[in-house]
C-alpha cells in the first residue's frame, strides 16, 4: 500500500476562489510530481520537485503553482479558480533507495463552476 | 523534443490471448522504461520497470521487452483475462521528469 495522500478527494468551488490542493507522502522520496487528467485521456505532467526547495514546470502549461518546502508535503495552488481547470489532479512520488517506479495518490477531481 | 507513442487504437481480444501493445519513443536516452496499469478514476499502478540492458522481463502472465536501437518496448499480457481490462501506460523518466504515453485500452471479453 502506497503512503501518499491527496485531500480533498473531490472539490465543487466557484469561480475565482483561491484553492490549495494537498499532497504528502511518508515514504521519504526526492521526487514528487503533479499530473493533470480528464476523463479518459492522457496524464499530462503539470509540475515536478526533485527535492526540497526545487520546483519546475512539466510538459503541459499550468496556471498553477507548487512549493516544496518540506521533504514530504508537495501542495499545489491555484489564485484564482476558472471552469477551464476542471479535471483530475494527480500527485505521485518516487525515488526510494533502489526504488523507481512512481506511486499514485487517489486524486483530488475538481470541478470549478 | 520528447515524445513517448503509445498504439492509441484500443484493443479488444478474447479471453485466453495474449494482448501486445507498443511504446515508442523519441529523443530520450532511458536508463530504464516502466510500465503502469490504470483503471477509471483512480491513479496509475506501477507493474514492471526493464533496464537497458536488459532485452526482456517477466512477471507472471506480464511480458517486456526493450529494445534500446528501435527504441520501443513491447508489452505482452499472456493468457488474458477480463480482469485485465484496464489502460495500460509506459513511461520514461528524464532529466528527473517522469512522463507517460496517451496509454493503450485493452478490453478483454469473456
Known amino acids: 500500500e502506497a503512503d501518499i495522500y491527496q485531500t480533498p478527494r473531490y472539490l465543487v468551488i466557484g469561480t475565482g476562489k483561491k484553492i490549495t490542493l494537498e499532497c504528502s507522502q511518508t515514504?521519504?522520496?526526492?521526487?514528487m510530481y503533479w499530473y493533470q487528467q480528464d476523463p479518459g485521456m492522457e496524464l499530462h505532467l503539470i509540475h515536478y520537485?526533485?527535492?526540497?526547495?526545487?520546483?519546475e514546470k512539466g510538459d503541459l502549461s499550468s496556471e498553477s503553482t507548487v512549493s516544496r518546502i518540506r521533504t514530504e508535503h508537495f501542495p499545489l495552488t491555484l489564485e484564482s479558480a476558472r471552469p477551464s481547470h476542471t479535471s483530475q489532479y494527480l500527485c505521485?512520488?518516487?525515488?526510494?533507495?533502489?526504488?523507481?517506479?512512481?506511486?499514485f495518490g487517489q486524486g483530488t477531481r475538481l470541478t470549478v463552476v | 523534443s520528447q515524445k513517448i507513442e503509445q498504439n492509441s487504437e484500443a484493443l479488444n481480444i478474447q479471453e485466453g490471448k495474449t494482448a501486445t501493445l507498443t511504446c515508442n519513443y523519441t529523443?530520450?536516452?532511458?536508463?530504464?522504461l516502466q510500465w503502469y496499469r490504470q483503471d477509471p478514476g483512480r491513479g496509475p499502478v506501477f507493474l514492471l520497470l526493464?533496464?537497458?540492458?536488459?532485452k526482456e522481463k517477466r512477471k507472471e502472465r506480464l511480458k517486456v521487452t526493450f529494445d534500446t536501437t528501435l527504441k520501443q518496448s513491447l508489452f505482452h499480457i499472456t493468457a488474458s483475462q477480463p480482469a485485465d481490462s484496464a489502460t495500460y501506460l509506459c513511461?520514461?523518466?528524464?532529466?528527473?521528469?517522469?512522463?507517460f504515453g496517451a496509454g493503450t485500452t485493452v478490453t478483454v471479453r469473456a
Open positions: 505521485a512520488s518516487s525515488g526510494g533507495v533502489g526504488e523507481t517506479e512512481a506511486f
Open positions: 515514504m521519504g522520496h526526492d521526487k
Open positions: 520537485s526533485y527535492g526540497v526547495n526545487s520546483t
Open positions: 529523443n530520450y536516452s532511458p536508463a530504464y
Open positions: 526493464i533496464r537497458e540492458n536488459e
Open positions: 513511461a520514461l523518466e528524464g532529466d528527473y521528469k517522469l512522463s
